[in-house]
């Protein structure tokens, strides 16, 4: 039986002091034991935290004790342990970062709420263009069948992305999702104001999507990509089909590992027994970078590292320290 949970949340309001606010919240966060990262901002708060279900409950009670907090939705995920090793909470300008020359403001100006239900005849729907609002990496581990994948590492390259794309959206309905609704409520809204008139966005996001009784999760596939420990969740109840693709050999995966190179740390798709072939790292540059970090944690030396590439077709081209 779990006896842990993670709560997904956000709300947009406003908060006058983020710093004064963060430091309080911190303080009663880690005096109820709960760990995770929580951004405030003059906007709200957006968070992801983990803890005993006691905990959690606590912590719920309190935020809803809040009149500025009092209607906040968590999306709850039950779990074994901690999904995080500490407990963040930090002052930000944005609570999500779009960057945008003139802020979007979702309290006034943000795409139409689509349910779930409807979300899903949206999904079957020719002349609808789903429009993932998540980063390339999460995407690639999972999405929803038939959705566009903006090819972009970060949510404030969207903008660009979408008016360099222009001529797929232009005149169409346009449906965009991300993992708990939060990024839509801001980018629905950028979309309006950039001159696309029929916006809605999937209320609560696919975590949402994935927990409601109708939909079941039907036409995702793959896992969820999530920021914590756990790294993928499960979505589709009623089926389970894996889009990912090993980063050496294209063969079906869902296990991200970070790259070796610190000065890299690209996350890859790979299996166990390529992670290990290819020593944790995504190129033969970062395989023979200096500060490696499989090439030191295991401790191989200059022979063992040339072994290791010879048997992969490579050589020793950069001074190993």
Avoid at 103 to 115: C, S
Avoid at 154 to 169: I, T
């Amino acid at each position: 039986m779990s006896n842990y949970q993670v709560l997904l949340y956000y709300k947009y309001t406003t908060i006058d002091d983020p710093e004064l606010f963060a430091k309080q919240h911190l303080a009663f966060c880690n005096e109820i034991g709960l760990k995770g990262r929580i951004l405030v901002a003059k906007e709200g708060i957006n968070g992801t935290v983990s803890g005993t279900t006691e905990a959690t409950a606590l912590y719920v009670a309190h935020m809803h004790a809040d009149s500025r907090f009092h209607d906040m939705v968590f999306k709850i995920d039950e779990t074994d342990k901690h999904a995080f090793k500490k407990m963040h909470v930090r002052p930000r300008t944005e609570i999500v970062s779009l960057h945008l020359d003139h802020d979007v403001n979702p309290l006034e100006i943000t795409g139409n709420y689509m349910e779930p239900e409807e979300f899903r005849e949206a999904l079957k729907d020719p002349d609808t263009v789903i429009l993932d609002a998540r980063n390339d990496y999460e995407f690639d581990l999972g999405h929803f069948r038939g959705a566009v994948r903006p090819d972009i590492k970060a949510f404030r390259d969207l903008p660009e992305w979408v008016e360099e794309n222009r001529e797929q959206l232009d005149g169409k309905k346009i449906v965009t999702y991300c993992t708990g609704g939060i990024r839509c409520e801001k980018f629905s809204g950028w979309l309006k104001t950039a001159g696309f008139d029929d916006v809605s966005q999937l209320h609560g996001g696919i975590a949402t999507y994935g927990k409601n009784e109708n939909t079941k999760g039907d036409l995702w596939d793959g896992m969820m990509y999530v920021f914590d420990e756990r790294i993928s969740v499960p979505i589709n109840q009623v089926e389970h089909r894996i889009v990912g693709r090993d980063h050496f050999d294209g063969t079906p995966c869902e296990r991200y590992i970070n790259c070796a190179n610190p000065y890299c740390n690209k996350q890859i798709l790979a299996s166990v027994e390529n992670d290990e072939k290819y020593m944790h790292s995504c190129s033969h540059a970062c395989r023979v970078h200096p500060e490696n970090l499989y090439v030191k944690q295991n401790h191989l030396s200059k022979e063992d590292l040339e072994a290791r590439l010879a048997a992969i077709g490579e050589t020793l081209t950069e001074t190993i320290r």
